[in-house]
């Protein structure tokens, strides 16, 4: 079955970095669409960064020259790092994959994406 498992969350100070992982199993990795949520109490869940299987990524405004989405296909494992991390960065970060092309108006949707890890916890200190 299709499995997605976070890793690299932590505490840091603002200004500080984090590199995500986010390692899957269970499905042809390439075939999929996959991306970086994040979500906070009271909040939604938001589309941080998504990355199809050439390699083209998409970013939310708030993380643009601040977070990398990248892969590793043969590794199966999908990377997110955070430089210039900011208290409003603090979150739950989740990996997710889609095993369809999300629309463009649609990328950083929660609802186009088919499966989900548990999570990693992101906390910024200011």
């Known amino acids: 079955q299709v499995q997605l498992v976070e890793s690299g969350g932590g505490s840091v100070q603002s200004g500080g970095s984090l590199r995500l992982s986010c390692a899957a199993s269970g499905f042809t990795y390439s075939s999929y669409y996959m991306g970086w949520f994040r979500q906070s109490p009271g909040k939604e869940r938001e589309g941080v960064a998504t990355?199809?299987?050439?390699?083209?990524?998409s970013y939310a405004d708030s993380v643009k020259g601040r977070f990398t989405i990248s892969q590793d296909n043969a590794k199966n494992t999908m990377y997110l790092q955070m430089n210039s991390l900011q208290p409003e960065d603090t979150a739950m970060y989740y990996c997710a994959a889609a095993n369809r092309q999300p629309r463009w108006w649609s990328l950083r949707l929660a609802r186009a994406y088919n499966y989900w890890g548990q999570g990693t916890q992101v906390t910024v200190s200011s």
């Open positions: 990355i199809d299987s050439a390699g083209s990524t």
